[in-house]
């Protein structure tokens, strides 16, 4: 097995995989790259951002779609451990959704921060 780290990815690969990957992970960042200002460790104001955004928007998003979101952490917490791995509601759905219905959802409730709160653009 062989590790791959790449732009906001990670995975474990036979080396039968590795080559198949390292093409579609070029073709993806090619597709769709990440803007300079862009990349990087979020600021505290913009993880606060985040936490904005995810904690509110998103679990009313959820909310209103029927879903009960609970265990939501403190602003103190969330940031602390955001470099880490964020906290994102859709953690608590997603294995009881199926990949279209995740499909649906995610398309009225925006899983991940938006650019444009983050970045404001």
């Known amino acids: 097995m062989t590790s791959y780290h790449g732009q906001g990815t990670e995975a474990e690969l036979s080396a039968d995989q590795a080559d198949a990957y390292s093409l579609a992970a070029y073709t993806c960042a090619v597709q769709y790259p990440i803007l300079s200002d862009q990349r990087g460790t979020l600021t505290e104001a913009q993880k606060a951002l985040a936490y904005e955004y995810l904690t509110v928007d998103l679990v009313d998003c959820l909310e209103r779609a029927g879903f009960e979101i609970s265990d939501i952490p403190s602003r103190?917490?969330?940031?602390?451990?955001?470099?880490?791995?964020?906290?994102?509601?859709?953690?608590?759905?997603?294995?009881?959704?199926?990949?279209?219905?995740?499909?649906?959802?995610?398309?009225?409730?925006?899983?991940?921060?938006?650019?444009?709160?983050?970045?404001?653009?």
């Open 76 to 121: 103190e917490s969330f940031i602390a451990a955001y470099d880490s791995g964020a906290w994102n509601p859709y953690m608590q759905i997603q294995s009881t959704i199926s990949a279209a219905e995740w499909n649906t959802l995610a398309g009225e409730c925006v899983p991940n921060t938006p650019p444009e709160v983050l970045y404001g653009k």
